[in-house]
């Protein structure tokens, strides 16, 4: 995981830990490990973070340097 991305994208919003922590009901503390890469982000507050900015999960993880969303498609 690219912990980098998540300290540079809450910084590029003018965002403290506290207003993410608040964001994914979690300690502040516990947010700062997840930038720290001390542990790992569950799954679900990736998809809370991935809506919250309009990006991808892909993009928070470090995995493309898109910051777009993935379009979605309707399956029929």
């Known amino acids: 995981m690219n912990i980098?991305?998540?300290?540079?994208i809450r910084e590029?919003?003018?965002?403290?830990?506290?207003d993410l922590a608040r964001l994914l009901k979690v300690t502040q503390a516990q947010y700062?490990?997840?930038e720290m890469g001390v542990n790992e982000i569950p799954i679900e507050k990736l998809v809370i973070?991935?809506?919250y900015y309009?990006?991808?999960?892909?993009y928070l993880l470090g995995l493309t340097?898109?910051?777009?969303p993935?379009?979605?498609?309707?399956?029929?």
């Open 4 to 8: 980098e991305r998540l300290k540079e």
């Open 12 to 18: 590029d919003k003018d965002l403290l830990q506290i």
């Open 32 to 34: 700062s490990r997840y």
């Open 49 to 51: 973070l991935a809506k």
């Open 54 to 58: 309009n990006t991808s999960i892909d």
């Open 65 to 68: 340097d898109k910051r777009e």
């Open 70 to 76: 993935y379009p979605t498609s309707i399956m029929v």
